[in-house]
């Protein structure tokens, strides 16, 4: 076979598949539902890896959000414990005109 007719071969293929003429061709009908199930297959992993990668960015959205909650916990925690302390209870009741009693309070039972 000549270069002429190789060429000329060729291009009579490149049309034919421009033409779309090999979607008629028994082979291609016959793999046609395996080429489709390729391509649902491949768009289910696309959706699998998007849907993977925003429940990743959501997972660290969240972890921002504990974090900041936590560290609020803590210092509320923090000022609520020195809040309670008694050098503390006293300061903020004398300003209330109320002193601490010297003796420890009576319990008062009834004998009925």
């Known amino acids: 076979m000549g270069l002429k007719q190789r060429i000329k071969q060729s291009s009579r293929a490149a049309k034919e598949i421009l033409r779309g003429g090999f979607w008629g061709h028994p082979l291609v009908l016959r793999n046609l539902p395996f080429a ?6 491949s768009l289910l992993a696309i ?3 998007h849907r993977a990668e925003d429940n990743v960015t ?5 972890k921002v959000t504990y974090d900041e909650l936590e560290s609020e916990y803590l210092e509320s925690l923090s000022s609520l414990m020195t809040m309670g302390t008694e050098s503390s209870v006293k300061r903020r009741v004398k300003s ?7 003796k420890a309070p009576i319990q008062i039972i009834n004998h009925e």
């Open 36 to 41: 489709g199930y390729l391509v649902l297959l």
């Open 47 to 49: 959706y699998g890896a």
């Open 58 to 62: 959501h997972i660290d959205e969240l």
């Open 96 to 102: 209330l005109g109320l002193i601490a009693a010297d």
